[in-house]
Every structure is written in structure tokens, then in C-alpha cells.
């Protein structure tokens, strides 16, 4: 289940920051997330389970992503540098502060290769505002690994094409525009990540470090036992 989770947010954060770091050196993004495939009645009883947003910091290509979980709060860090992803999990209520690291060619392991998409990508007349922009709708009809999905986003001239540096390239390359709005299907649930807001501010680089008061172990199995100990 751990594993399921953080494939899952890997994805989602894939295309984060690429476009407000073509404009803006440093700041924040501020994200909703919404689950529209399952029912309202299990949303409410999954409301402390599902994560409802997300907050992004960005500075010269880095980036630190947090996201609010049961019990605590899940953090991705991203340094190009580095060719890894930092992965920590923060629970105050226990005081518990574990993290491991994942290369970048693992990370693609996961991901599964991006070499096998076939995307045909059809832009619509649809549009709408998000944070401020206008964005005009695309569906995505992909096959992953001989799997048929379909998916949509929204995208907007206004932004600079962005340029995700990962397996999403192959998806979204062909879009004249950065996303506003995206859809990731991971384990047969749909997540719909929007973005909210966008602030340019200085941004500490202490932020994209998680420092000695956490303990480091190997993979996400030995973080989810030792969160339970």
C-alpha cells in the first residue's frame, strides 16, 4: 500500500514546477486534488485517509513537495543535482521523522518505460479559468504497457511549454502550453490535481534539505514499519 502511494504521488508531481520556473526563479504552488471516480458517500468516509491538497516550493530547479496524510505529512524533495528523490515522512503527533532515497533510475523502474507510450492527443474548443488563466482542454488517449486510458487536461498558451525532465514528456510534449489542470490514473483510481494559486516569493534553500533529526532506512517498507513501531 506504501509503494502504491508513492508511485502515485511521484506521478502527480512529475509536472509540478517546470512552467512557474520558466517565469519565476522561486516560490510556491499552491494545489486542490479531487477523486471523481469514487462516490460521495465513500469520500466521506475516506476523508481523513484521501489527501485533499498540496503545497510546492521551487527555486533553481529544485523542488519540495508536501503533501498532508493520515497522520502526518508526506515530502518530496527534488534536487536535478543530486539525480534522486528524497522521501520523508513527518508525524508529529509521534514525533516520528523517517525518509529514505530513491536514484532516478529507479524512480523510472517505477514508472514503468515511458518508450512504450502511444498517446494520440486531441485539443478541444472547451475552456475555462483556473488561477487566473485561461485553459483549453486536451483528452489523452494513451496505451501504458498495452493498457488503454483516457485522460484529460487543461492547458494554457498563457504559460510556457513546459519541460518535465521525466517520463511524462512523452505525454505532454505535443501541447502548445503549461498545465493548469491534469489527471493521473494510478491503481485504478483517478486523481485530478489543480492548481490553485501561484506565488513568487523567496524561498529558503534550507527547505530542500531534511537535516539529522530524521532517520534514514532503506525503502518505503521499512519506512511504513517503522512509522507503526
Given at each position: 500500500m506504501m509503494k502504491r502511494v508513492f508511485i502515485a504521488i511521484i506521478c502527480l508531481f512529475f509536472v509540478q514546477t517546470a512552467f512557474a520556473q520558466n517565469t519565476i526563479k522561486q516560490g510556491k504552488i499552491f494545489y486542490e486534488m479531487d477523486f471523481p471516480d469514487i462516490p460521495a458517500e465513500q469520500k466521506?468516509?475516506?476523508?481523513?485517509?484521501?489527501?485533499?491538497d498540496a503545497t510546492a516550493y521551487f527555486k533553481d530547479g529544485k523542488t519540495r513537495v508536501e503533501t498532508p496524510m493520515p497522520f502526518g505529512?508526506?515530502?518530496?524533495?527534488r534536487d536535478?543535482?543530486?539525480k534522486h528523490f528524497l522521501f520523508a515522512f513527518n508525524n508529529a503527533e509521534r514525533k516520528k521523522k523517517v525518509a529514505f532515497i530513491k536514484t532516478d533510475e529507479e524512480i523510472k523502474k517505477m514508472l514503468g518505460d515511458s518508450s512504450k507510450f502511444q498517446v494520440e492527443i486531441e485539443i478541444t474548443k472547451e475552456t475555462k479559468?483556473?488561477?487566473?488563466?485561461t485553459a483549453t482542454k486536451a483528452i489523452l488517449k494513451m496505451k501504458v504497457n498495452g493498457?488503454?486510458?483516457?485522460?484529460?487536461?487543461?492547458?494554457?498558451?498563457?504559460?510556457?511549454?513546459?519541460?518535465m525532465g521525466g517520463e511524462q514528456d512523452d505525454v505532454y510534449?505535443?501541447?502548445?502550453?503549461?498545465?493548469?489542470?491534469?489527471?493521473?490514473?494510478?491503481?485504478?483510481?483517478?486523481?485530478?490535481?489543480?492548481?490553485?494559486q501561484i506565488l513568487q516569493e523567496e524561498i529558503n534553500d534550507k527547505l530542500f534539505e531534511l537535516g539529522p533529526s530524521y532517520k534514514m532506512v532503506n525503502n518505503e517498507d521499512e519506512l511504513a514499519t517503522e512509522m507503526l513501531k
Open positions: 466521506t468516509a475516506m476523508a481523513e485517509m484521501l489527501p485533499k505529512k508526506l515530502i518530496i524533495i536535478p543535482n543530486k479559468k483556473i488561477a487566473g488563466f493498457q488503454d486510458i483516457v485522460t484529460e487536461c487543461w492547458f494554457s498558451k498563457e504559460i510556457p511549454k513546459i519541460n510534449s505535443k501541447l502548445d502550453g503549461g498545465l493548469l489542470e491534469y489527471t493521473t490514473i494510478q491503481g485504478g483510481i483517478k486523481t485530478v490535481m489543480r492548481i490553485r
